[in-house]
């Protein structure tokens, strides 16, 4: 008596139909997908990881006051930059021009220590210290102020690129 291939067991059917779909894969291979090791070089059906430009190289420095303000968005000796201190760290956060450009809603602390005016939440220009002032040292916060500054310094840490320390004006 000579075996019979008999389709109606499952275990035959699970068989041949993983044998059709292993012949598949071989005579057609998926050619859609990129190579590991081939990078998009132009946009086709999806992004492409390759940027059309590097970013610009932010190098970690000391900013003073008056150094600080031609990081304000609009000064072309800051590049277009905007950069903002609070407690003694600065950020770039050019990224976020929106807000922090010249017609955003924090402009104007665009260039400037915001340490104060994130503390206080108040967008006023008198938040602001003198350029040729020594740095605010804000000993006359509330703690519940002192908390919402240490707030927005968190919240900038981790949204935005640390770049330097605010220092005093004649330390550099």
Not at 64 to 91: C, H
Not at 99 to 119: I, Q
Not at 141 to 165: A, Q, V
Request: glycine share 8%; net charge negative.
């Amino acid at each position: 008596m000579s075996p019979t291939l008999s389709l109606s067991t499952p275990v035959n059917t699970a068989l041949l139909v993983y044998l059709l779909y292993v012949v598949q894969r071989i005579l057609v291979p998926r050619s859609s997908l990129p190579k590991r090791d081939e990078a998009p070089t132009e946009f086709k059906k999806g992004y492409s990881w390759m940027p059309k430009s590097h970013p610009p190289v932010l190098v970690f420095t000391q900013y003073t006051p008056k150094s600080l303000v031609k990081y304000n968005g609009v000064d072309p000796e800051g590049g277009g930059r905007i950069l903002l201190a609070i407690q003694g760290t600065v950020f770039d956060v050019t990224a976020g021009r929106n807000f922090y450009g010249p017609d955003g809603m924090y402009g104007n602390f665009a260039g400037r220590d915001a340490s104060r005016g994130m503390a206080k939440q108040s967008f006023d220009v008198e938040m602001l210290t003198a350029l040729d002032q020594p740095l605010d040292k804000l000993e006359d916060l509330t703690p519940e102020e002192i908390e919402n500054m240490k707030g927005w310094n968190d919240h900038f840490s981790n949204k935005y690129i640390i770049c330097g320390r605010l220092v005093e004006n004649d330390v550099i």
